[in-house]
Every structure is written in C-alpha cells, then in structure tokens.
C-alpha cells in the first residue's frame, strides 16, 4: 500500500523531500493521527468516524482515563484497516504539574506490535 507522507517537518521523524510512504508502520502511524485529530461528522458518509482530540485540549475536566481509553481504541479498531494486523495499543494516562503547579494533562500513549510510537498530550 502507498499512502502520501504526512509528517510535520518539526517531527524528530521527518524526512525532508518525501512525499509518499510504502512502510506498513509508517501508513499505520499516519491512519492512527488522522483517525485521533479528525472531528466526529467532518468526513462525508462516516457520521461516527473521528476521535476529535482536539475537544480534550480545554475541556477534559470530568473525563475518566478509562472513557478517553475506550474511545481512542474503538476508534482506532474500526477505522485504521493495519489495526488488524498490528497490535495496536491505547494506554490513557494523566500528568500532574505540568510546567507548573496549576496544569494537568490528560495523555494518549499509542503502541504498535509493543513499540511506543507517539503520544498525544492535552494540557488544561
């Protein structure tokens, strides 16, 4: 499968001048980050499709480790085809004074086939 390449060029995993990817982990990552940053009712003919992580950067009060787990992981099961083959992983995980006294972060730490392969952290 080829898919196109959508690193962020601030990403420590970036690679200047490409513009598609043939890895499966690569195309798995990358299904994984569309599926967790794309809001619930933006894709066309997919109602349920989309985690929407962006609703967590300010509004995460009152949301459970386990809820945002379960969510993230059903998301990622129905929607990214390597799910299947890989052993994907969702472990939700809560930080405390982060920067400062005053902030907490709720975070996403996703793993394939064991591998940590990136986290999502939502500050508030």
């Not at 066309?44 to 962006?54: K, Y």
């Not at 929607?79 to 972060?105: Q, R, W």
């Amino acid at each position: 499968m080829i898919d196109l390449y959508f690193r962020a060029t601030d990403d420590p995993n970036y690679v200047d001048g490409k513009v598609s990817v043939k890895e499966p982990i690569e195309n798995t990552v990358t299904q994984i980050r569309m599926t967790l940053l794309t809001k619930k009712g933006e894709v066309l003919g997919e109602p349920d499709f989309g985690f929407d992580a962006t609703k967590y950067l300010f509004e995460f009060e009152g949301v459970s480790q386990s809820s945002l787990e379960k969510e993230a992981d059903a998301q990622i099961h129905d929607y990214v085809m390597m799910s299947k083959i890989y052993a994907v992983g969702v472990e939700a995980f809560v930080l405390e004074d982060i920067a400062d006294l005053y902030k907490t972060g709720l975070g996403l730490a996703i793993s394939l086939d064991g591998r940590r392969s990136f986290a999502t952290l939502f500050e508030g």
